[in-house]
């Protein structure tokens, strides 16, 4: 099979790998149909992580199963399945507790599209391997087309969780997202509305991500002009650490900042002032897998809108479009 590899940084090869098999009863082999770049990815391709290569790039997808192994009751061949950006057994104690992306089956840190914890291959590419095919795939909703599902394998699902847990405790409230790393603060804005928020405020940089943002729903702000409210429920999705301490300072009195971003180094917090205003910090690798029908549930409804991030691409122009740094554009082939 081809798959998509990166090289180097800003260099990606297509290259032949070895066709992955079921060689199990609860294992499966999927087909990706639709894959969008992580926010992630745009950080892997200009060589700006840790991350060595080669290895084959992809963590987003929506796919077809081609294969199922003769233990795997919740899909069969032919559906079109959303595929977690981690891997997870669904049975060892930290997936029972919720932590699906630290499944104590596998290495620290595994997951498609890198291989920081081993390589288990990425969704560019023409077959993926699953090897809990029930724990891990969710089934696509009928009517809901690929393209607007593929983020919800781990950007769109990751925004959902750092707005509705917070909304949960402060129902109604508004919200805070700082934005700038790609497309996760965009989703939170909806979703937090979605969750109920009464307002949603959205700094970046970026005059086309603050119109975008302001078109879902969010009263746009420059990243710099001060933020002078405060909010229980704040979201960074920067990327940046002046951010990072722009929105922790943000937070009200008992409120919950979530922090999506990857800090590759250490990055200093205005402790001091968090303790004071008794602030509840998250941060960390997005335990998906229980949420994605959650998410599934709000597309199939019409409730949210991905699709306004980026449009749809041809798999074989997928080197020419992850250079362009588009938002989130999705790649497309057809079924087989």
């Known amino acids: 099979m081809r798959a998509l590899t990166y090289v180097g940084p800003e260099k ?187 307002s949603v405020d959205y700094v970046d940089r970026s005059p086309d991500r603050l119109a975008l943002a302001e078109s879902l729903g969010a009263r746009a702000i420059p990243r710099d002009a001060a933020v002078r409210a405060t909010y229980p429920v704040v979201v960074d999705a920067s990327g940046n650490p002046t951010e990072l301490l722009k929105a922790v300072r943000a937070v009200a009195p008992g409120g919950i900042c979530t922090s999506t971003g990857i800090f590759f180094l250490d990055t200093p917090l205005p402790l001091f002032d968090m303790y004071l205003k008794d602030v509840t910090f998250r941060t960390g690798r997005p335990n998906v897998g229980p949420h994605i029908g959650k998410v599934l549930a709000l597309l199939a409804a019409g409730r949210i809108h991905p699709e306004n991030l980026g449009e749809t691409a041809p798999w074989e122009d997928a080197i020419e479009v992850l250079r362009t740094r588009r938002l989130k554009p999705v790649l497309m082939r057809s079924p087989s």
């Open 12 to 198: 990606l090869e297509w290259r032949e790998a070895p066709d992955p098999r079921v060689a199990g009863a609860a294992q499966a082999v999927v087909r990706p149909i639709a894959a969008t770049p992580c926010d992630l990815d745009r950080a892997i391709i200009m060589g700006r992580t840790p991350a060595v290569p080669p290895f084959v790039l992809g963590h987003e997808c929506v796919a077809e199963v081609v294969d199922v192994g003769d233990g795997v009751r919740g899909v069969a061949v032919g559906d079109r399945v959303v595929v977690p950006w981690h891997l997870c057994c669904g049975a060892c104690d930290r997936c029972l507790r919720g932590l699906t992306a630290h499944c104590a089956a596998f290495p620290q840190y595994a997951m498609y599209g890198t291989n920081f914890g081993g390589d288990y291959g990425g969704f560019l590419a023409d077959l993926v391997h699953v090897p809990f095919a029930d724990a891990m795939l969710v089934p696509l909703p009928a009517g809901v087309p690929p393209e607007r599902a593929a983020p919800a394998s781990d950007n769109l699902t990751d925004a959902w969780l750092a707005v509705a847990g917070p909304l949960e405790k402060y129902p109604g409230g508004p919200v805070l997202i700082v934005g700038g790393a790609g497309s996760i603060g965009l989703y939170a804005v909806e979703l937090a509305r979605t969750a109920g928020a009464r």
